[in-house]
C-alpha cells in the first residue's frame, strides 16, 4: 500500500520557523512531483509549494520568500523549510503526489498526506 507519511508539525510563535518532511513508502507509480497544501479552519485548501523532477518550484504568494521547498535526491521525500513564520500560517499541511510532471490544481495530486498541524502562536 502506497501512502505519504509527514512529520514536523507542531506550535511555534511568530517569527519563529519550522520544517516539515514527507517520505512516500510503499511500491507505487512513477512520482514526478512532490508538494504541500494547507487547509485553515472555514478556508479552501491551498497550495503552499510544489517541486517537479525537474527542479522547478511553485509557491503560493503568501509563503513565497519565506517558505523552501526541497527533495531528496533519488527519494520520494520532500521536505519544507518555513521561516518567520506568522499567525495566518496556522493549519494543517498536506503533503501531496503527483505523477503528473506539472500537475495543474490539487485535483492533478494522486496521494495524499493524513496532514499534520501547524500552530502559530503570538
Known amino acids: 500500500q502506497v501512502r505519504l507519511v509527514e512529520s514536523g508539525g507542531g506550535l511555534v510563535q511568530t517569527g519563529g520557523s519550522l520544517r516539515l518532511s514527507c517520505t512516500a513508502s510503499?511500491?507505487?507509480?512513477?512520482?514526478?512531483?512532490m508538494g504541500w497544501y494547507r487547509q485553515a479552519p472555514g478556508k479552501e485548501r491551498e497550495l503552499v509549494a510544489a517541486?517537479?523532477?525537474?527542479?522547478?518550484?511553485a509557491y503560493g504568494d503568501s509563503v513565497r520568500g519565506r517558505f523552501a521547498i526541497s527533495r531528496d535526491k533519488g527519494e520520494n521525500a520532500v521536505s519544507l523549510q518555513m521561516d518567520r513564520l506568522e499567525l495566518e500560517d496556522t493549519a494543517v499541511y498536506f503533503c501531496a503526489a503527483s505523477a503528473d510532471p506539472d500537475p495543474e490544481g490539487e485535483w492533478a495530486y494522486d496521494l495524499w498526506g493524513q496532514g499534520t498541524q501547524v500552530t502559530v502562536s503570538s
Open positions: 517541486l517537479t523532477n525537474s527542479g522547478r518550484r
Open positions: 510503499g511500491s507505487m507509480f512513477s512520482i514526478n512531483t
